[in-house]
Nanobody, 122 residues
C-alpha cells in the first residue's frame, strides 16, 4: 500500500510564502512509476478544489485562483511533489491534500494523503 505524507504546512502571514512537500512511499514492494501527482485543498466550509497537478510530461495544471502565485514541481528520483506558495492570500487557507496515481509491482491506482493545514494571518 502506498502512503503519501505531506509536510510544510502551518501558519503564514498574508503576502508571505510557504513550501509544501509530498513524499510517496511503500512499506513493502516497489513504486514503479508515478503518473499525475499534485495538490487539492479544502477551504473551511467549502468543497475540495484543484490547486495544481503535474503529469509525467511536466505540463502543469493550476486552479484559476492560484495561477501566477503557486508553482508545482516534482522530483521523480525522490517520489516527491512540491508546491511553492508565494504571495499567500487569506482565501488560500485550508487543508491541502496530496494526490497521486501510482504504479507499483501490484497495481496502478490513485492515493490521497492525510493533508496538511494552512492558516493565513493578516
Amino acid at each position: 500500500q502506498v502512503q503519501l505524507v505531506e509536510s510544510g504546512g502551518g501558519l503564514v502571514q498574508a503576502g508571505g510564502s510557504l513550501r509544501l512537500s509530498c513524499v510517496a512511499s511503500v512499506a513493502s514492494g516497489t513504486i514503479l512509476g508515478i503518473n499525475t501527482m499534485g495538490w487539492y485543498r479544502e477551504p473551511v466550509g467549502k468543497r475540495r478544489e484543484l490547486v495544481a497537478t503535474l503529469g509525467k510530461d511536466r505540463t502543469p495544471n493550476y486552479g484559476d485562483s492560484v495561477k501566477g502565485r503557486f508553482t508545482i514541481t516534482r522530483d521523480d528520483t525522490k517520489n516527491t511533489v512540491y508546491l511553492q506558495m508565494n504571495n499567500v492570500e487569506p482565501d488560500d487557507a485550508g487543508l491541502y491534500l496530496c494526490n497521486a496515481f501510482i504504479t507499483t509491482d501490484i497495481n496502478t491506482r490513485g492515493y490521497w494523503g492525510q493533508g496538511t493545514q494552512i492558516i493565513v494571518s493578516s
